[in-house]
């Protein structure tokens, strides 16, 4: 079988050469388009198998060159292999990222499965939520998250809740008087809890909400900015109850951050019916509450994108601006 292979530059702009991959201790940058998913509830377009292999020597060959690659031609190549064998790749490579022992070769093949994966195949990979390697788990969490699918909305709940009890564990374990018994607790494992929470949103659940909010409006935002911005989209698509849960969050007598984050997340989820009560944030006395706000009227009322860096004058300013056109 011959495998024609796409350019370097374009597997360099789709992410697939080595210095393109994030550790697997790290939220992923990249969040897929949302043109990717069908519609809400299209559950009929989800695929109920992988697509069988036309060459398997072809893909055991490419894959276990990807693993072996020393060069960042070598692996475009070989990404590029994979990649045009499509979604039939993606068990060989699951398989394979559960028993690899390299990070860097797991981030490959993760880059790898971001291409060949797409909204269609969800509940394909939904059924490596349980998969005895974290390594695995982790991928599926972060990429169904950002595909969407409210037909998973149980099973996420379910998994968030097995999360948040794994959490307690934990954070009992590290505050332990006995010293013995004290652990701190495993960077993967808490990646895993905060992936959860982000699937469950993006499933359309409001269960993770206390949770996001509270992330989002922390100093870890523009870690997880990306995944978050998908998943409240993904999730007021699914679930028209989420934005007014989120409107309820900005009373302002709750904490700086509970608003700030409620906010960020409105700017993706809400829609006119939220605007009122998000120009009242455009009083707050705290400049990220009040930037938050100008942001989520941007995007909600203009479609615009938000602004990065605001000086305190320029906020109140806009805020004014904006008390004139919502109120």
């Known amino acids: 079988m011959t495998l024609r292979l796409p350019g370097l530059a374009a597997l360099a702009a789709a992410g697939l050469l080595l210095g393109a991959s994030a550790p697997a201790s790290t939220p992923r940058a990249h969040a897929s388009p949302l043109a990717e998913r069908p519609p809400d509830g299209a559950?009929?377009?989800?695929?109920?198998?992988w697509p069988d292999p036309a060459d398997k020597g072809a893909l055991a060959d490419a894959l276990n060159n990807l693993r072996k690659s020393k060069s960042d031609e070598q692996i475009a190549q070989w990404s590029g292999a994979l990649v045009e064998i499509g979604p039939a790749a993606a068990p060989r490579l699951?398989?394979?990222?559960?028993?690899?022992k390299?990070?860097?070769s797991r981030d490959r093949m993760a880059a790898v499965l971001d291409?060949?994966?797409?909204?269609?195949h969800t509940r394909l990979l939904a059924k490596e939520f349980g998969s005895k390697s974290i390594d695995v788990r982790l991928f599926v969490l972060r990429r169904v998250a950002e595909l969407g699918d409210p037909g998973l909305r149980e099973q996420a709940e379910k998994i968030w809740t097995r999360a948040e009890a794994d959490k307690v564990e934990r954070d009992a374990k590290a505050k332990s008087k006995n010293k013995r018994k004290r652990k701190e607790p495993?960077?993967?494992?808490?990646?895993?809890?905060?992936?959860?929470?982000?699937?469950?949103l993006a499933c359309g659940s409001p269960a993770s909400l206390d949770h996001l909010v509270e992330l989002a409006g922390s100093k870890d935002w523009n870690a997880w900015q990306s995944a978050l911005v998908a998943a409240a989209t993904h999730g007021a698509g699914a679930n028209a109850e989420l934005a007014p849960a989120l409107a309820e969050r900005l009373d302002p007598k709750k904490p700086r951050p509970v608003r700030a984050g409620a906010l960020r997340l409105l700017a993706h989820a809400g829609t006119e019916a939220e605007t009122s009560a998000i120009a009242r944030m455009l009083d707050a006395r705290e400049n990220n509450v009040k930037i938050a706000a100008i942001n989520a009227l941007r995007r909600i009322v203009d479609g615009a994108e938000p602004l990065e860096k605001v000086s305190t004058f320029d906020a109140i300013e806009k805020a004014k601006a904006w008390k004139q056109r919502v109120r």
Do not use: F, G, I
């Not at 559950?43 to 198998?49: L, M, T, V």
């Not at 291409?115 to 269609?120: G, I, K, S």
């Open 186 to 200: 495993d960077p993967q494992e808490v990646l895993e809890h905060q992936r959860a929470a982000v699937l469950v």
């Open 102 to 104: 390299s990070e860097v």
């Open 94 to 100: 699951l398989s394979a990222m559960a028993r690899e």
């Open 115 to 120: 291409q060949v994966t797409a909204a269609e």
């Open 43 to 49: 559950d009929d377009e989800r695929a109920d198998a």
